[in-house]
């Protein structure tokens, strides 16, 4: 029996699965190849998604520790159990803290937040992981959307600025090789132990969590050698501030921070004032340090403020919204 399912896992690549269960109730999960960015390949991940469902480890009935032992319970106990612990603690809603991670996203996932607040619990704001990076290109573009991934082909050159491709979206590596191939150089810029290599042309280094003055000084060198563009200036808010910021400091200054040389600063810059587009790949990461939502604007900025938003082969990707 073969059907059409999708994956659920916190993955921008939202994959199309097929799903086989033969006679002799194997399961086998493939990409579906008339999906037009799945494409019939998955990651290892998902190809191996069903073992944990027939992992003879998983825990399938409701267990209760008495003292170093678990001891199964049924479903009616168990939740009794669960019952009479909120009931007593939610006429305070301070004491009950409900806390959303997001290791997968199906649906059903999302009914602890319909509970949880229909008990009146207390809840998080904000986040620890991708918010700060969403919220800083809502602030800078007005959405989260960007172009169609597949754009990066019409680049001239990518800039890879904390994406780990080795580990994390397999079709956007996939299209990063293919844009090599077609001879589109890639430049990574990351603290490094990441498997970049092998989709990189060059490589720099920096400290964790710079990345905002590594841009900064990008664009304290670009206003020493070039103008900005008017059409672009005429499309920025604050420019006037934001410009008085990123001369306030030499670019050797803002390069220290970064523990890199002031000659890389050069280097980086070449790839945004050079003939043609460049698309720059935001990594979901660089936002999770103290000001990671800066990090993420800064960038944006660099790539706004030299031309490369809002055209073909261009543009920024904080992870994967498309129109």
């Known amino acids: 029996m ?5 994956c659920t896992m916190d993955c921008p690549d939202t994959c199309s699965l097929v799903v086989t269960v033969g006679n002799d109730g194997m399961v086998r999960i493939r990409g579906n190849p008339d999906h037009p960015f799945t494409r019939g390949f998955i990651c290892k991940k998902g190809i191996g998604f069903h073992k944990r469902l027939s992992s003879p480890e998983r825990v ?3 267990l209760r520790r008495r003292g170093d032992r678990w001891e199964p ?15 007593k603690y939610r ?28 008990l009146g619990a207390t809840r998080t704001r904000g986040s620890l992981c991708d918010a700060a990076g969403y919220i800083a290109c809502v602030q800078d573009f007005g959405s989260r959307f960007n172009h169609d991934i597949q754009d990066i082909l019409n680049s001239s050159r990518i800039v890879n600025w904390g994406k780990d491709l080795s580990r994390g979206s ?31 042309d060059t490589t720099i280094r920096i400290r964790p969590g710079t990345d905002r003055h590594l841009a900064a000084g990008v664009l304290r060198l670009f206003l020493e050698t070039a103008s900005v563009n ?8 604050g420019w006037e501030v934001f410009s008085n910021l990123i001369l306030s400091r ?6 220290s921070v970064c523990e890199i040389p002031p000659e890389k600063l050069h ?4 790839w945004y004032t050079v003939r043609g587009p460049t698309a720059t790949l935001v990594g979901a990461g660089l936002q999770r340090y103290s000001r990671g939502g800066e990090n993420v604007r800064f960038i944006n900025a660099l790539a706004m403020i030299t031309g490369h938003v809002g055209r073909a082969g261009g543009g920024v990707y904080f992870h994967l919204h498309s129109l």
């Open 230 to 237: 008017e059409e672009v200036v005429e499309r920025l808010v």
């Open 267 to 270: 280097e980086i810059l070449s």
């Open 91 to 118: 006429s305070e809603p301070s004491s009950i803290l409900h806390f959303h991670g997001e290791g997968a996203k199906g649906v059903l996932k999302q009914s602890g937040k319909l509970f949880f607040a229909a």
């Open 73 to 87: 319970i049924s479903w009616e106990a168990a939740l009794d159990l669960c019952a009479s612990a909120l009931q």
């Open 250 to 255: 030499s670019p050797r200054q803002w390069a």
């Open 170 to 200: 397999v079709h956007t590596a996939a299209l990063v090789q293919q844009a090599r191939r077609q001879g589109i150089r890639v430049l990574t810029i990351s603290p490094g132990g990441d498997g970049n290599r092998d989709y990189s």
């Open 60 to 62: 399938i009935r409701p």
């Open 2 to 6: 073969e059907t059409l399912s999708a």
